[in-house]
């Protein structure tokens, strides 16, 4: 199912429109629990959606804030392994051998 998403922006009174796409369930849940919190009248989906994407853009701003994004993933992991004695290839079958013993146990 398709919800179709709508804010307003802070200077004037245009509207920005995101179309996203959630399982049937997810739209299910917040359809009731939008209309149930904000009323059955036009713009309760709206008002509910403008909230959820609003703390979500907070939250996710604060975390990159006391985080930061990483540019380049390889460069941030190389040399975190230059300890081990194994090659890439002996460390995969290690793993999968560990794997298997936990899948029996």
């Avoid at 509207?15 to 036009?42: C, H, N, P, Q, T």
């Amino acid at each position: 199912m398709v919800i179709k998403v709508l804010r307003s922006f802070l200077i004037g009174d245009s509207m920005g429109s995101i179309k996203v796409y959630v399982s049937d369930e997810v739209e299910r849940k917040f359809r009731e629990l939008a209309m149930k919190l904000y009323g059955y009248g036009k713009g309760s989906l709206s008002v509910a959606a403008e909230k959820a994407l609003s703390e979500w853009v907070a939250r996710v701003s604060e975390a990159i804030k006391v985080v930061g994004l990483i540019e380049d993933p390889v460069e941030a992991i190389y040399g975190m392994l230059s300890h081990v004695k194994k090659s890439g290839v002996e460390l995969q079958h290690e793993a999968r051998r560990i794997r298997a013993k936990k899948s029996v146990s």
